[in-house]
T-cell receptor, first 111, second 112 residues
């Protein structure tokens, strides 16, 4: 089974901090995604990557950046955390037509 | 990607079949139907997907109508652990990447 591992389940950060969310997948999938999930808004795509060093903006990229230096690792960076970035962050990977595999999520609270 | 419509909530008795409907009337020929579920505080879990034929795996069955405008996910013997939000999604196949657009889904509650 494909496994997607997110480095933290819960994080509490202060406003203005730089925050790194790490995601590692153990299958040789090219495509990786970062979503955030908020009550009433569903899952919204932040960034995705379909190859090493490649990245594409999703629907809500503002305030975020990403890094894909290795195929198995896709990092989400909050350059200067703000309270409106308090959310559940979900990393996912997929092959071409295969289903997505999601990580367990990181619940980030910015205070 | 085509939009999907699901009932906001459904109930099911433990041990009975749970049939979750989904309408996707604007689906195009190269779009697959995917089902995911999300148990509280966890990431979504892939269940099954199909193009036009019915599909079955160890988790569920997927019935797609002949015109492909709707589908039904069947959990044959629902258990309490099947209580979750179920998402029906359509996504173009054959692309090197495919963004998933999640709607609000159906909250399935399985009762003892």
């Amino acid at each position: 089974d494909v496994k997607v591992t997110q480095s933290s389940r819960y994080l509490v950060k202060r406003t203005g901090e730089k925050v790194f969310l790490e995601c590692v997948q153990d299958m040789d999938h090219e495509n990786m995604f970062w979503y955030r999930q908020d009550p009433g808004l569903g899952l919204r795509l932040i960034y995705f990557s379909y190859d090493v060093k490649m990245k594409e903006k999703g629907d809500i990229p503002e305030g975020y950046s990403v890094s894909r230096e290795k195929k198995e690792r896709f990092s989400l960076i909050l350059e200067s955390a703000s309270t409106n970035q308090t959310s559940m962050y979900l990393c996912a990977t997929t092959g071409d037509r295969s289903g997505y595999t999601f990580g367990s999520g990181t619940r980030l609270t910015v205070v | 990607d085509a939009k999907t419509t699901q009932p906001p909530s459904m109930d099911c008795a433990e041990g009975r079949a749970a049939n979750l409907p989904c309408n996707h009337s604007t689906i195009s020929g190269n779009e697959y139907v995917y089902w995911y579920r999300q148990i509280h505080s966890q990431g979504p879990q892939y269940i099954i997907h199909g193009l036009k034929n019915n599909e079955t795996n160890e988790m569920a069955s997927l019935i797609i109508t002949e015109d492909r405008k709707s589908s039904t996910l069947i959990l044959p013997h629902a258990t309490l652990r099947d209580t979750a939000v179920y998402y029906c999604i359509v996504r173009a196949g054959g692309t090197s990447y495919g963004k998933l657009t999640f709607g609000q889904g159906t909250i399935l509650t399985v009762h003892p």
